[in-house]
Each structure stands twice: as C-alpha cells, then as structure tokens.
C-alpha cells in the first residue's frame, strides 16, 4: 500500500517571512589579549585579527537551518561597528544569509558602544525589517555582557527565549528548549520574539569558497545611528581594565588529613 503524506495548510502559515540575525565583529578568540600599562583598556586591540562572535555564528547557522528547512523565507543579518564589520557580515552571507544591515559606527562612539545602545539600533532595524523573530549569540567574548537579547525585548516588548540548546517551530509559537541551572526547560512563545543562542544549539558550519565569492554580491546596504535617529552614547563609564590575578601552580599532598589541613587553612573551603 503507498502512503500519501498530506502537508497541513497551516505549516505554510507557521513559517517565518523573516528572522534577523545580529552579528557582532569582535577580537578573535584564539588571539591572546592584553591589558595597557596604565589599565585604561586592551592592547593592540586595532590590529588583532578579528571574526565573527562565535554565539552569534551560531545564531546564524540556526537561522539558515530554519531556511533550509522551509521554516523560514528570508534571513537578514544586521552588524553595528566601523567599516571592517563589512566582513563579519560577508562571513554571515557565506554561511547562506540572504542580506545585510551595516549601522556603521566608528571612532569613539564605537569605542564606548555598550549592549543598551546596540538593543536600541536593533530595534529601530526590527521596525523597518517587522521580522517574525530576531536571533542573537547569548553573549559576545569580547564583553561577556549577556544583556543585548534582553534589552532588545523590553525595548520591542516582545517575548525573549534566551539560552537556547534547541529551536523548532510549533504551530503559530516557536518551542524553544533554554539551558538553565537546573537542567533544561521547554518554553512556547509567540511569533515574533526574541531568542539567543546557547554553545549546543547546532555546530556552525565552515563557510565554501564558492560561496564566499557569491556573498560579495549580496545586497548590503549601511546606515548610521543618526539615520535611525538612535543615541547610542554610553551610560557606562569604565573605571580600570585589570588582567585576572595568576592562578599558582598546584601541588601533592601525601595524605587525606594533609589534603582536609589545606582546603580549612590555605584554601578556607572547609
């Protein structure tokens, strides 16, 4: 007997016409950084090499899977940096995003550019784009901050899935599975929403030459945040940047009461 298999009319109704996608340029991770004599920022930050956020290529390998599945039309990815994030987006148009949003900002600003201010020039971006969903990397290496995904919600009021270690899309919601304390934990909410990206959501794939060659001629279009009419000075002032205290080397006990000695007296863990 051959088994027909029907497509519910409302899958095409479930899929999403646009998912944005943040990018953010940032010091390469296998590049040693260090902290200036007078402790008022990093060194030789400028010219390190520098690559796309690795959460935030996560969030891009999920959104061309969600393409690639037909769970999505278009993918758009948006970078707010100088002129080099050009390639950080060329580097997402590779990986199979459809365009790009370049809000170019540079010198100072971008120097004091801080998670409020990029949530805010995202947001203007969303209301021009009206994407069903905007996926960010939890958080960029460089800051550790943690913040933009959030702060994008409150300013859209829009529901926000942070943390996430699996995506699909479940009727007119997206089934999000989020990476918490206590193990994990499935939430449902409503198009269109806010989502950030966890390290074992998906392994980011390695964008081909022939592909790299057609990203060049995707569309990119740049704008600046006076265009979007955003103040993006920072609220934050950095006080001192120190480098993290040595760790020592460890040592042998000969025994467990020698151990037990050492955790009370040297380490005050007991």
């Known amino acids: 007997l051959g088994v027909e298999t029907l497509v519910d009319p409302r899958e095409i109704k479930m899929a999403l016409a646009r998912v944005l996608v943040g990018c953010k340029r940032v010091v390469d991770y296998s590049v040693k950084i260090r ?82 201010a990029v949530a805010k020039l995202l947001a203007k971006v969303a209301e021009t784009e009206k994407p069903d969903a905007v996926i960010l990397g939890k958080l960029a290496i460089d800051d550790d901050s943690n913040q933009t995904a959030q702060m994008l919600a409150g300013l859209l009021d829009w529901p926000q899935a942070t943390f996430a270690s699996k995506v699909s899309v479940a009727g007119d919601k997206l089934e999000v599975v989020r990476e918490i304390d206590g193990g994990l934990e499935t939430i449902r909410v409503a198009k269109p929403a806010v989502l950030s990206t966890d390290l074992r959501l998906n392994q980011p794939r390695y964008a081909t030459l022939p592909n790299i060659m057609q990203a060049k001629k995707k569309p990119l279009v740049t704008t600046d945040p006076a265009k979007l009419g955003v103040d993006i000075a920072p609220r934050i002032q950095t006080v001192k940047v120190a480098p993290p205290p040595e760790r020592k080397g460890g040592g042998k006990v000969e025994s467990v009461d020698e151990l037990v000695t050492k955790l009370r007296t040297e380490a005050k863990a007991l």
């Open 35 to 116: 902290v200036k004599p007078d402790q008022t920022g990093l060194l030789g930050v400028e010219t390190a090499k520098h690559s796309l956020n690795p959460f935030d290529e996560i969030a891009v390998e999920e959104a061309v899977r969600m393409k690639e599945a037909g769970k999505v039309k278009e993918v758009v990815a948006v970078s707010c940096g100088p002129k080099q994030a050009v390639d950080t987006l060329r580097t997402a148009l590779a990986m199979g995003a459809d365009r790009a949003i370049h809000v170019l900002v540079e010198g100072p600003a971008y120097e004091g550019l801080q998670p409020l």
